[in-house]
C-alpha cells in the first residue's frame, strides 16, 4: 500500500494569498488539489483555480531542483551540476568581494514568492549583512 494515495494539508504559492489546499499525492506523484476546507486559514478558489497548476510547477522539467554552474560564455546555455557546498561557498565569496570592495549596499536581495519562513530569515541576513537593499515581490 506505500503507493496508495494520500491526501497532504498544504498552501497554494502560486500568488501571494498562499490559499489552503489539499494535494492527493500517487507514487510521488501529485493528482489532485483542492480547497482544503478543514483548514482555518482561507481556501477559497480563485477565479480560474490556479492552484491547479501546482501539479505541473512540481513535475516540470525544466523545474531548477539543485544548484547549476554556467560553464562555457554568458548566453551559450550550458550548465553544470554543482554541489550545495560550492554554490554556497561561491556565492560567499562574491558577495563578501563586492562588499569589501564596493561596501555592503552593493549587494541587493531579490527574493521570489516566499513557501516558508524565507523573508523573515532572508531579511535578518540582509540586516546582518549591512545592506539595506532587500527587495520581495508584494507587500512583506
Ligand atoms: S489558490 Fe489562487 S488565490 Fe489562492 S494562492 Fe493559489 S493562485 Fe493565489
Known sequence: MENAKQWHHVFCHIC??????????????????????????????????K?????????????LQYPLKRVGTRGGGKWERISW????DTIAE????????FGADSVAFLL????????????RFASVFGTANCVTPGNY
Open 51 to 63: 492552484s491547479q497548476i501546482m501539479k505541473e510547477v512540481r513535475s516540470h522539467p525544466d523545474r
Open 94 to 101: 562574491k558577495i563578501n568581494g563586492y562588499k569589501e570592495q
Open 16 to 49: 501571494p494569498a498562499h490559499c489552503a489546499r489539499k494535494v492527493a499525492v500517487e507514487n510521488g506523484e501529485i493528482v489532485a488539489v483542492v480547497p482544503d476546507k478543514e483548514s482555518p486559514y482561507p481556501s477559497t478558489p480563485c477565479l480560474y483555480n
Open 112 to 123: 521570489g514568492e516566499p513557501k516558508e519562513l524565507e523573508f523573515a530569515f532572508a531579511q
Open 85 to 88: 557546498d560550492e554554490a554556497l
